[in-house]
C-alpha cells in the first residue's frame, strides 16, 4: 500500500495532464445513498440493468471543424517526437540496420484519407443497435471547453451511476475485496507505478515506462505488422483497425459491428506474452487468454470513449485486469470518471513505445478510456491482454465445462434440427420450382382448362383423345412426356405393392398386317386417373421388341387385362402420337387397317378381348429391365 501511494505520487507529476477549462455545471443531486453496511452485504451487487450509456437524442448536425487543432501540449510533443526516431538511441550493427524496422515505414501505406470518426460510430453502434444511422455530421465537434467531445452519446447520465457500496465509497476496499494488483506480484525491478489509484472506486491504472528497448519493440513491431492481417476497414479511409487473438478458446470479439474470429495465440505472441508477463510477475498458467491487436495509421487515427465493458470480460461486474504494450509511435491515453464527484478531469499519460499499462479491479466500470487523434504522422500497434470470464456459449473451452456439455449438446440438436429442416426446405422449394414449371409449361395452352391439368394425366390423355383444339409438336410432347413420368411412377408403386400380373399372349388378330403387341404384364390396378400401365412385346420380323405404355382404363376394365388384343392398343398410342385420333387417315402406311377414329379404336380394342388366356406365363422381362428402359426412353426429354 505504501509502495502504491508512493508511486502514485511520483506519477502525478510525471503526467502530463493538463487542467481544460470546464464549463461550470450543475452537479445533479445525489441520490440517497445505500446504507453503509458492511458485513451482511454481498461481495458485488448485480449490476443495473441500464448500461452506462444513456440513449440520448441524435444530436443537430455540428460542423465539424475545418481541422483538428490538436491541444498544444500534444503538438510539442507530436513535433519533439517526429524529429527524433525513437530507434536512434540504441546502437545497432550495419546488418541489423538493414534489418532495422522503423514504423514510419508503415506510414502511407495505408489509405491516405479516411476519418477515424467511423470507428467510434461503429463502437457506439454496437453499444446502441437501435441506432442504425450514422448521424450526419461529424460525431466530433468542438466543445466549448477545447476538448474533443462526443457528441453521441456523452459521458454516462449520473442519474444511470451505479449503486454505491457506501456513502464514502463507491465499492468495497481493495483489502476487503482483496485485490492483488499486477504492481504489487511483479518483481522489485519492474517498477509500476500506479497514475490512477482511486481506493473508493477500487480502480487502479498502473504504468511500467520503457519496459523493453526501442529495438526489442522494433522487432515485435515488425512481427505484428508482418504476421497480422488486420481487417479490412468496415468504412473506406477507416485508420484504426483490430485483430483478435485467444488462447484455448475460439470466442469471437465484437467490435464496431465486426465480428472478429478468433486467431489463436501464434507463437510469437506467446514469446511476447512471456517477456511482458515475467513485468507483472505471473507465471504461464495465469497469463491472459485473449489479445486486442490494435493498429493506429497514423495521428489521424484514434479510439473513441470507451470501457472495455464486453461481457467475455465481466468488466462491469468484478475486478478485472487488462495491460497493454505499445508498439511505435506516442500516443496520449486519456481517462475519465463516468461519475465525477468534483469537475470533470481527464487524467492523461503518453504511452511510448515499450511502455506497459494496466486497468485494474473495477476500471471498467468506473472509468472511460480513449486514445485521441494527435499531430503525429507514423503508425503505432497496441496489444491489449485481457483474461475472458465467459465464453460465448459456441466457444469451445466454454464446452468443456459441466453447463457447456449441455448447452453444447443443445447446440448440436439445434444443428442437427436445422440441417433437416434446411434439406427438407431444399426439398420442398425443388418440388414447388417443378411443379411450378410445369404448371408454366402448361399454362402456355390457353385452351387446356386447369382441371384437366390438375386430373393429372387422365386429364392429358383425354385432351389427346378429346383436343380442344389443335396441339402443336411441343404441346403434345410435353403431354406425352408427363403421360411417361406418370406411368413410370404407377410402375414403380405397382412394383413395389406386388400389383403386376402375368399376362397371356393372345393370338394375333386374323389378317392383321402387322405383329400384334402382346401383354406380357399389367398392373392389377388402374389409378386415379384411370390408366394401367402394361407391358407389351411384338414379334415383328422374327425379333421380339418390348414396350410399354398405360392403356386407358374406359377401354380396358381390370377384368379384361390378361386377354386385351394389344394390337389395338399399339394402334390407339400410334394415333395418340401421331395426333389425328379424329380425323380418318388411311392406315394402310402404318397399320394396314381401315381408318379409325378414337371410338373406332375403343370398340376395336374391346372386340379384341378374348377369352382364351392361359395362365401362369412368366414375365419375359423383369420389372429392372423394364425401369432401365423406361430411364433411358425419359432421358430423351
Ligand atoms: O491502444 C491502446 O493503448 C488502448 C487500446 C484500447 O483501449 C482497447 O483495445 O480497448
Ligand atoms: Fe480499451
Redesign the pocket.
Known sequence: MDRLTTQCSSSKEMMKAKAMPTKPKALPKRRPSAPSLRGPMPKQRPAKPSCHFAPMPLQPAAPRPPSHPPPKHLLQEAKRQRTASPWDDDEVTEDEEADQWKWQDWHGQWDDDGDDDEWVFNWMKRKHPSRSSKPSAAPWFEDDDNDWEQPWPKRPRFSDAPERWSEEEWEQSRQEAELKLLGELAPSESSWEYFISDESRRSFVGYLPSAFTPKECGMMFKQIKESVSFPEPMTPGQRTR?AWMTRGCSCKYCYGGLELESEQFPVWMLEILKKVMKHCGLLSKDWPDSC?L?F?EDGEAS?GW?A?DEGLFQGKLEDIS?V?L?LGES?T?ELRRNWPEAEKATEKIT?KSGDL?TMEGMTQKHFM???PKAGCSGP?I?L?WRWIRKHYPECLAHRSTMNGAVENFKLELQDSCARIICAAEQELASANYEAKKRKEDFSEFTSFDDTKIQSGTAGMWNEIANPTRDLDERERALILREADVDRRERILQAKEDNHLLPMTPTPARAGARFSPRLPLQATQQTDDYGLSPVLFSSTKSGQETLESFCIPSPLVTESELDTVEVGSCHRLKAMFERRDMDTPRPTARRTGGPSQTIAATAAALQAAVTGNATEGRKPRVTMQELLRQDEERLSVY
Open positions: 483490430t486486442t490494435n493506429l479510439m470507451h472495455d487488462v497493454s505499445s500516443r491515453f504511452l499499462l478510456h480513449r486514445i503505432r497496441s491489449t
